[in-house]
């Protein structure tokens, strides 16, 4: 059965277009494989009408082609897409500017229902991308940036005309035009302009992948004999009653990273609240954004984490008991623009590299979370389970149905070994 021939829709624009295959015998005399042609309309009734039109027009040239008659009127017609060149003048709403297109996104974000803080974090990171187009490119109408714009603007980032500005990382110009093609994206679903210029140039496949390859030997995380190096450390240990910033959190946020896998910035935005204990008897660390200074980095991140037995024997109900849920569990982490870990992890650093364990492709506090992960894997932990206490989305459908259990939870994660205990800070049993 023939299927019925409707207009394709472009992925990135949205824009309707006719797509037909050019039969074989005609190639020759048409001089094109495909005819492709835009029904410049975003909305699907809009382009059923146009499709039937083109449709109809594309059949006329196969027939005129097969009768031997003249085509050239029709490959004007029928093959050239009819967008607008840009060196046409341009209309009244695409003579919008960049910044001013900046403005609105950055008004849509305060729009959502993230946290202030995430939402002014947010617009700051992505006004600063779309300001580095702008200095450097010009704040040019945004219909009149082009995919050649976008490259120029991608080589002076990697490689500056000016010697007194520093290039970018290839990770980092990749990072800066993601956020500036979000920017454009939001014009074209506003219809300011007609395709995502960013998305157009194909950049990203210029820079490569995003990823790096896997390894075999991935050393993203802390091997064991590291881990125990770390924490069995007289250095580390005496942080335990470390005053002032960041005190004693640089004892307790790299251990409690490392029992439960936990990001950096959710363990240190903890209220006492967050701390809590079960029905059953067992404790757990609730990971919300319930509040204007808290946050989470996606949906599955909001979950409930067993405290395994180690930490509660190192003492780490002591930091929550007799004092108010509306405490803050670190209290001397101050919010800042890296938020409140940022001064864990520049401390953590040189820690890690006294020990000697320190790796430039490693992040010193991120590993943990690899940490985790590798260790439940060796002993047991079931993946499903693993992925809950973490917070990672496993992208089946089925797992956004129930709850997950917190007794199942609090007695898997009995089986990881004691860190703890390897490492000096618990005696054995």
Not at 28 to 47: D, M, P
Request: contains cysteine; positive net charge; aromatic residues 8%.
């Amino acid at each position: 059965m023939a299927l019925i021939a409707q207009p394709f829709r472009h992925p990135d624009s949205g824009i309707y277009y006719l797509r037909r295959r050019v039969p074989d015998d005609l190639r020759h005399i048409i001089g094109k494989t495909e005819i492709r042609r835009s029904l410049n309309t975003r909305n699907h009734q809009q382009a059923k009408s146009a499709f039937a039109v083109a449709y109809a027009e594309s059949e006329q040239l196969f027939h005129d082609a097969r009768l031997g008659r003249c085509v050239e009127q029709y490959k004007s017609q029928v093959l050239t897409p009819t967008v607008p060149p840009a060196s046409q003048p341009i209309g009244k709403e695409s003579r919008i500017r960049l910044s001013a297109i900046l403005a609105d996104y950055v008004k849509a974000i305060s729009m959502s229902d993230r946290s202030a803080y995430v939402s002014r974090r947010h617009g700051v990171d992505y006004s600063r991308a779309v300001n580095r187009f702008i200095t450097d490119m010009g704040d040019k109408p945004i219909a009149a940036i082009q995919p050649s714009d976008i490259h120029a603007f991608a080589a002076k980032l990697l490689q500056p005309p000016s010697d007194r500005v520093k290039p970018l990382a290839t990770s980092s110009t990749r990072l800066l035009l993601a956020r500036l093609s979000s920017v454009m994206a939001f014009a074209v679903d506003h219809g300011q302009i007609e395709t995502n210029p960013v998305t157009a140039s194909r950049i990203h496949k210029r820079l490569g992948s995003g990823k790096p390859k896997r390894r075999l030997d991935d050393n993203r995380g802390y091997r064991w004999d590291e881990l125990v190096t770390l924490f069995s450390n007289a250095e580390f240990q005496k942080l335990r009653t470390a005053e002032g910033r960041p005190g004693h959190a640089l004892f307790w946020i790299p251990l409690m990273a490392a029992y439960t896998g936990g990001r950096r910035e959710e363990l240190a935005q903890l209220y006492v609240r967050d701390i809590h204990q079960h029905e059953s008897g067992s404790w757990f660390i609730r990971i919300i954004d319930d509040r204007p200074d808290k946050s989470v980095k996606t949906d599955s991140s909001r979950r409930e984490i067993p405290i395994h037995e180690d930490l509660i024997a190192l003492g780490f109900l002591t930091l929550v008991q007799d004092r108010q849920p509306e405490d803050r569990v670190f209290p001397q982490l101050i919010k800042v623009s890296d938020g409140f870990a940022g001064i864990v992890t520049k401390a953590w650093r040189p820690i890690t590299e006294r020990c000697g364990v320190y790796n430039p492709g490693r992040n010193p506090l991120h590993a943990f979370r690899h940490s985790f992960k590798t260790l439940a894997r060796e002993h047991g932990i079931p993946k499903e389970v693993s992925d809950w206490i973490t917070g990672h989305a496993t992208g089946h459908i089925g797992d956004s149905y129930g709850i997950n259990p917190l007794s199942r939870m609090a007695l898997e994660i009995r089986k990881l070994p004691s860190i703890a205990k390897a490492a000096g800070l618990l005696a054995d049993a």
